[in-house]
């Protein structure tokens, strides 16, 4: 039970710590709301208070002093510089690591951890010594801020914890701990509501503490002892001078809209002789003065609650696999059946037909609903790669800014997670080797700090996303050069500007003259484009010299379900990707024109694009071999270059269930997975991008087209 609630609150801490980042993240773009300040404040306050109920020392020390530094910030008292952003991120870096090394074991870099603790204690210490010894220098009536600061207050404090706080792993033992730290604490046990023996409910909460708190802390500070169970409890607290407190937001109040003491001497007045639910839209509206307002009944509580975000059901990812692979197999069934009704010899069947219908309609509902589930915005992501970038930029003195677009854009938890690998290369990547040095910026009539932009969006039923940065770009020369010396290509190969960018990919390609901890080892990019493609993902690059570069990679929305195109090729029933072609065509004798001795071309509309022959690429024999197919789909790739895939029938388009090969025939030149049709065949899902690779139509024709810029030019 303990390992599941431990398990629970780090769960929960990946949820505070994006938040904390999202705040930060913010605040580094100039954003200094105060809502933005509460945010973090409370995200790391959270996270202290959860680690301290298991004990966690170290992260409970490192989280008390991260968030020490930013109370006085939120009380104004601390000036957000670029200093202390910069100290804020990494301190937020580092509590991401111990949140780590807490729940996977390991350790930290305790040289690292001592200085960010040296680093936020110094600003701790010189706020402490700026308020015993030196004035505030504002004048009037602000002068005796600090004096006020030290009056002790009496705070009474009713606190019965409901069952489900139980459930989270907080104990209130803890909580009252928490609080004796801000003063002088006298507990009461309210046992009244205990039933006898035999009515006893296991799971039910029945006692209620009543607490005196005597400290010199604001009532805000007390509340957010019990930030960590809001909605786990019923909670009430009030302080002797919440009557004076409520006077000086009204009086604050008053004084914004213009209202003279004298004017206003009325309406100040009425809510004190008022019952109590006569002062609650008074003290509701006192909010946002600096004052602390004043204590809300439960009813008010209730309608808060009822406002609140969407409620929300944790479930174990292998459940919802399961539930994926479950509807996956509905999909097939219905393929089957619709098959099997199609073989009837039946004279009407529309009823059936209606009702078949009706039930496909239903199972792609179904498909769409259970998909959506692992459908998760790509924003988590994101805000780690920001902490890639600020780590990259201090390995390399150079100054760089992450700025993101897109986040909300969804895609599958499965793809996220095995997308993390890939950016981080291409992001470092983009520090080390695209964005010059400071000086040279600056010579460059660049700013001294490098900007890359990572956006991610929907295209064409597909996930797009781009990293671009502003450096230098590819060095073409340098790059094609390289890859002749390591003898990746022949020294005479004439490659197009796109060609040579794409030689980055190539296993063992490195353009790092020494090794670091970023570069330099010829592991990188192939290891990028290894990854995308195991995603069933395509990635391109295009650079401008003196401008930057900019990758592209693009991918399925999901690892399970997919749209496609069924063909016959060679008697052979297979599937193309929908989100691969662009039009589907039956071809003449005219359009077809020879290219070389291999080669052919297909002529649409005035334009000649080559011709690749599936079946003769994938090696499969044909009953007929010297009959040219009639049918083509006209696919684009990543480059931009549009060619014709030849097949010898079209079938119908359809939703198919994804099936990897990988764990049984391995890696199949020209297939990218499989997939069980209607008759309970497999089909092969094709890859287009590799058959057309190995097209001779599509070198003659690339070949040709060289030839053709060269003599123009």
């Known amino acids: 039970m303990a390992g599941s609630i431990q398990d629970t609150f780090f769960e929960e801490c990946e949820e505070l710590l994006e938040a904390m980042d999202e705040g930060l993240t913010a605040i580094e773009g100039g954003d200094h709301d105060p809502e933005v300040v509460n945010a973090v404040f409370r995200a790391v306050h959270s996270i202290k208070g959860g680690a301290g109920a298991f004990g966690l020392d170290e992260l409970v020390a490192f989280a008390h002093k991260f968030e020490t530094v930013f109370d006085e910030v939120r009380a104004n008292r601390l000036e957000l510089d670029t200093k202390l952003i910069q100290l804020l991120l990494r301190s937020s870096d580092h509590l991401s690591d111990l949140v780590a090394v807490a729940r996977d074991g390991g350790s930290t870099d305790e040289a690292h951890h001592d200085v960010l603790i040296s680093a936020l204690e110094e600003y701790i210490e010189e706020e402490e010594e700026e308020l015993v010894f030196q004035p505030m220098g504002l004048g009037g009536a602000f002068d005796a801020a600090p004096i006020e600061m030290e009056k002790e207050r009496v705070y009474k404090i009713r606190f019965h914890p409901l069952k489900d706080m139980y459930g989270t792993g907080n104990e209130p033992y803890f909580l009252f701990q928490t609080l004796a730290d801000l003063g002088t604490l006298e507990v009461q046990l309210d046992d009244s509501e205990l039933p006898g023996f035999d009515a006893l409910d296991t799971d039910e909460s029945y006692l209620t503490w009543k607490l005196t708190l005597t400290s010199t802390e604001s009532k805000s500070a007390v509340e957010s002892v019990f930030e960590f ?9 009030e302080s002797d001078s919440d009557a004076e407190d409520e006077a000086n937001a009204l009086a604050a109040l008053d004084a914004a809209f213009g209202v ?25 509206a006192a909010d946002p003065a600096p004052a602390p307002a004043a204590a809300k009944t439960a009813a008010p509580k209730a309608e808060t609650a009822k406002t609140g975000p969407n409620p929300t059901l944790r479930v174990d990812l ?3 696999d399961r539930l994926i692979n479950a509807v996956g197999e509905l999909i097939i069934n219905h393929s089957m059946l619709a098959q099997q009704i199609a073989n009837l010899d039946v004279a009407d069947l529309r009823d059936v037909e209606t009702e078949l219908e009706g039930f496909k309609n239903l199972a792609r509902d179904i498909q769409e609903g259970v ?16 902490r890639i970038v600020r780590e990259a930029s201090a390995a390399t003195g150079k100054t760089c800014k992450l700025v993101t677009e897109g986040e909300n854009t969804e895609v599958d938890k499965t793809v996220i997670e095995r997308l993390s690998d890939p950016l981080t290369h291409i992001l470092r990547n983009a520090v080390d080797h695209g964005v010059e040095k400071p000086e040279d910026r600056e010579a460059a009539g660049k700013a001294r700090s490098g900007e890359i932009r990572l956006t991610a969006s929907h295209r064409s039923g597909s996930v797009c996303i781009e990293i671009k940065d502003d450096g230098a770009g590819v060095n073409r020369p340098r790059v094609k050069q390289i890859a002749i010396d390591k003898g990746l290509i022949p020294e005479n190969a004439d490659l197009t500007d796109s060609e040579i960018d794409n030689l980055l990919f190539l296993p063992g390609f490195s353009t790092a003259k020494e090794i670091s901890n970023l570069s330099g080892r010829g592991v990188g990019m192939d290891v990028v484009k290894n990854a995308v493609t195991a995603l069933g993902g395509r990635i391109n690059i295009s650079s401008t010299p003196g401008k930057g570069s900019t990758f592209t990679i693009i991918l399925p929305l999901t690892l399970a379900v997919m749209d496609g195109m069924v063909v016959s090729v060679a008697d052979q029933t297979m599937v193309v990707p929908i989100t691969s072609i662009v039009e589907t065509m039956r071809g003449s004798d005219d359009m077809v024109n020879n290219l070389g001795a291999d080669g052919t071309l297909l002529s649409i509309r005035g334009n000649f694009v080559p011709v690749c022959d599936v079946g003769a690429a994938l090696g499969l024999d044909k009953p007929d071999h010297d009959q040219p197919p009639g049918v083509y789909l006209l696919v684009e790739t990543e480059t931009g270059q549009r060619s014709a895939l030849a097949v010898d029938d079209i079938h119908d388009q359809r939703q198919v269930v994804i099936k990897s090969l990988d764990g049984v025939c391995g890696n199949i030149p020209g297939v990218a997975a499989a997939t069980i049709l209607g008759d ?7 890859d287009p991008e590799s058959i057309l690779a190995a097209s001779p139509s599509a070198a003659a024709f690339d070949t040709e087209r060289r030839l053709n810029n060269a003599i123009a030019s």
């Not at 309970?680 to 094709?686: D, P, S, V």
């Open 229 to 237: 169970v809001e909605g786990l409890c019923e909670l009430s607290i």
């Open 260 to 284: 003279m003491p004298e004017e206003g001497a009325d309406q100040v007045a009425a809510p004190f002789e008022a019952p109590v639910p006569a002062s609650e839209p008074v003290a509701e």
């Open 318 to 320: 292998e459940r919802v």
């Open 371 to 386: 998909m959506s589930i692992r459908a998760q915005p790509v924003k988590p992501l994101f805000q780690r790669m920001a």
């Open 680 to 686: 309970g065949k497999i089909a092969m899902i094709l």
